[in-house]
């Protein structure tokens, strides 16, 4: 049971950019830095323009964004140096897209979706493109669909099979930043189901019930950080499991011990940076579950790289546009 002194705080953030509300000689110097994590941004044309909300989901990250003149590149040289491997769907509601996979440009339609495959390189570009995005790790593609992962990249689904997709990523990036965290853990289970819809396939039974599980699961353990003796015992109770069946459910993720203890240090990294919490790292420490302080804090450093006093200071002082910059790097590495 918490100390009454703790006030659980949301764990949702949002990272957002819009290029207008900067100077003119800045805007596209601030657009490439926002994405130098993931790919090298090119400006396209003397009307570049861009503005993105993103929101982290449960090993997805889902993004709308609005760009012009501009376009984003992947090259065999960078794909080797930082071992990205997650896919990105992304579907152009309105305007022009232009996606590469190795063939050459392609043109989407409104509607249509293309998939790649960030461990191999990829070129698009935009012209008064809206367009949605999710990032989403590899073993939640695997788990969607029976088709190849390597036949996967820069894979097209068109409007006419991928409307439902269509429509569902449309409510979703309306509908996901209003909702309670406990209600976006599954949807990027939803969205990786209807992916695999979309896709085809004989998609095995098995597969998709052992991703539903994974997903109940995951919403459970969010519910019970908290409490210190929560473990494996608690969820092979409460589904009725083997160690083996919970083990290989996990295995992706490198064992479900390790799940949890990471879920618990995500859980205190964003309450570092909320910018609304000034509780203690102690009491942080007990919300997310751990036995000490002390503990937590050597875990932090070994998953980050930083204590969590140095990481809250960092983050107190940085502006809107480096939070934004640090949490898209933090949820794309979230995605290994």
């Known amino acids: 049971m918490l100390p009454a002194a703790i006030t659980v705080v949301s764990r949702q953030a949002v990272a957002q950019f819009d290029s207008s509300a900067l100077a003119a000689e800045r805007r596209f110097e601030q657009y490439h830095a926002l994405y130098s994590a993931g790919a090298d941004a090119i400006e ?33 040289a960078r794909c080797a140096r930082d071992g990205m ?32 495959d960030t461990s191999r390189p990829m070129r698009n570009r935009a012209f008064h493109a809206h367009i949605i995005t999710m990032a989403i790790a590899r073993d939640r593609v695997f788990r969607a669909t029976d088709i190849g992962v390597a036949s996967l990249h820069g894979r097209r689904i068109d409007p006419h099979g991928g409307g439902l997709l269509f429509d569902h990523l449309r409510s979703l990036v309306h509908r996901a930043p209003s909702l309670a965290d406990t209600r976006l853990i599954p949807l990027a289970g939803v969205t990786s189901a209807i992916l695999g819809l979309s896709l085809g396939g ?51 993720q490198g064992g479900f011990a390790s799940y949890v203890r990471r879920q618990r240090l995500r859980q205190i990294r964003q309450r570092l940076s909320s910018g609304e919490n000034e509780l203690s790292l102690a009491d942080l420490a007990v919300a997310a579950g751990f036995k000490s302080e002390s503990q937590a804090s050597d875990a932090f ?36």
């Open 202 to 252: 004989d998609k095995d039974v098995r597969r998709t019930m052992a991703g539903i599980r994974l997903d109940e699961i995951a919403s459970f353990v969010d519910g019970n950080l908290a409490d210190p003796k929560f473990g494996v015992g608690s969820v092979l109770t409460r589904f009725a499991l083997s160690r083996a069946t919970l083990y290989r459910l996990f295995q992706a």
């Open 301 to 336: 450093l070994a998953a980050f790289g930083v204590r969590p006093g140095v990481y809250r200071r960092r983050a107190r002082e940085e502006s809107e546009f480096d939070r934004a910059r640090r949490r898209l790097a933090e949820w794309t590495a979230d995605l290994a």
């Open 44 to 76: 396209l044309g003397p009307q570049f323009e861009a503005r993105m909300s993103g929101i982290s989901l449960d090993r997805a990250v889902l993004y709308d964004r609005h760009l012009n003149d501009v376009g984003h590149a992947r090259t065999p």
């Open 85 to 116: 491997e997650h896919f990105t769907l992304t579907t152009l509601v309105a305007g022009e897209f232009h996606v590469d996979s190795a063939a050459g440009f392609v043109r989407l339609r409104p509607g249509e979706s293309v998939l790649l």
